[in-house]
């Protein structure tokens, strides 16, 4: 079903640590995933995708996996810097192409 | 990389006023587009799904008469809230789907800022 809005879980890291942010989906049948970052007040900016296919996948810093047993799916985000200090959403496509987003988890990076 | 935009990035009207939304694809055509609505603290909320040259479908919830969507060609799609009122105060974004091959990733806009007083 579409995801409900709640309030942000909130995750706080070190400057230089790794980060890791975790996210559930709903439908066993979607077979694209792809994480979100938002920073206050802009539009969601395209981070990293992957397909049912695989389950890792790697960019520039950022590394996101899925276990589709569990429907799972997790960004890590490594050396995490003042600037990765936003909101990250996953979204899975449901038939027809429409996003459905989860809840999100607020980043805070501590200098 | 694709860029969407949106305009105004922020109105204030008075309440049982209408306001216009745009979103523009800048470098792409986008045969598809969707409007999203986001309240503080929560996550984006699909409200439609504009395609070029047909009516717009709605999500479950999302009055049509009010949240009226035109998409007039392959770059523009537009959002007019009418009569506005207090409760339709939200941040608004827009996405758009490249319409090459099989690319199913979507490009938001840098949203609306709409407040009704």
């Known amino acids: 079903g579409e995801s409900v809005g709640l309030h942000l879980p909130t995750l706080s890291v070190q400057e230089g640590d790794n980060s890791i942010i975790n996210c559930a989906y709903s439908?066993?049948?979607?077979?694209?995933f792809i994480w979100y970052k938002q920073e206050s007040g802009k539009g969601p900016q395209f981070i990293i995708d992957i397909r049912s296919n695989m389950d890792k996948r790697q960019g520039q810093r950022v590394t996101v996996l899925l276990n589709k047993t569990v429907k799972h799916l997790s960004l890590q985000i490594a050396a995490t810097q003042p600037g990765d200090s936003a909101v990250y959403f996953c979204a899975e496509n449901s038939r027809g192409g429409k996003l459905i987003f989860g809840q999100g988890t607020e980043l805070s990076v501590k200098p | 990389g694709a860029v969407v935009s949106q305009h105004p990035s922020w109105v204030i009207c008075k309440s049982g006023t209408s306001v216009k939304i745009e979103c523009r694809s800048l470098d792409f055509q986008a045969t598809t587009m969707f409007w999203y609505r986001q309240f503080p603290k929560q996550s984006l909320m699909l409200m439609a799904t504009?395609?070029?040259?047909?009516?717009?479908?709605?999500e479950q919830g999302v009055e049509k008469d009010k949240f009226l969507i035109n998409h007039a060609s392959l770059t523009l799609s537009t959002l007019t809230v009418t009569s506005a009122h207090p409760e339709d105060s939200s941040f608004y974004i827009c996405?758009?789907?490249?319409?090459?091959?099989?690319?199913?990733?979507?490009?938001f806009g840098p949203g609306t800022r709409l407040l009704v007083l």
């Open positions: 504009s395609n070029e040259g047909s009516k717009a479908t709605y």
């Open positions: 996405s758009a789907r490249a319409d090459s091959g099989s690319s199913e990733t979507q490009y």
């Open positions: 439908n066993s049948a979607s077979d694209y």
